[in-house]
């Protein structure tokens, strides 16, 4: 059974930092594609970044550009997503996927998700 436990969220000021974590299990880890995605109230799901098997072929959407990192370990079957410069419009809920690969991600097919963890950021 596949399963994506996403952590690290809470609250956190503008302009500061924080930073998830995604421990996998139950499937091949090293084959997948690992992502996040969030969902705001009353706003669609956004693919926020997502990181390939061998660590490359990263994906950043626009809005996350030059703020957000996504990182995995393979050795530990974790990804990281660390979030820097935090707007309140980054406030939402955060969910980890497993992706076949990134264009997978970005089309949203095949994945499996996670339950997600709620970031928000306000003074």
């Known amino acids: 059974e596949v399963q994506l436990q996403a952590s690290g969220g809470g609250l956190v000021q503008p302009g500061g930092s924080l930073r998830l974590s995604c421990a996998a299990s139950?499937?091949?880890?090293?084959?997948?594609?690992i992502g996040w995605f969030r969902q705001a109230p009353g706003k669609e799901r956004e693919g926020v970044s997502c990181?390939?098997?061998?660590?490359?072929?990263?994906y950043y959407a626009d809005s996350v550009k030059g703020r957000f990192s996504i990182s995995r370990d393979n050795a530990k079957n974790i990804v990281y997503l660390e979030m820097n410069s935090l707007k309140p419009e980054d406030t939402a809920v955060y969910y980890c996927v497993a992706a076949p690969d990134t264009i997978s991600f970005r089309r949203q097919i095949g994945l499996d998700w996670g339950k997600g963890t709620l970031v928000t950021v306000s003074s």
């Open positions: 139950g499937f091949a880890f090293d084959d997948f594609a």
């Open positions: 990181i390939r098997t061998n660590g490359g072929g990263i």
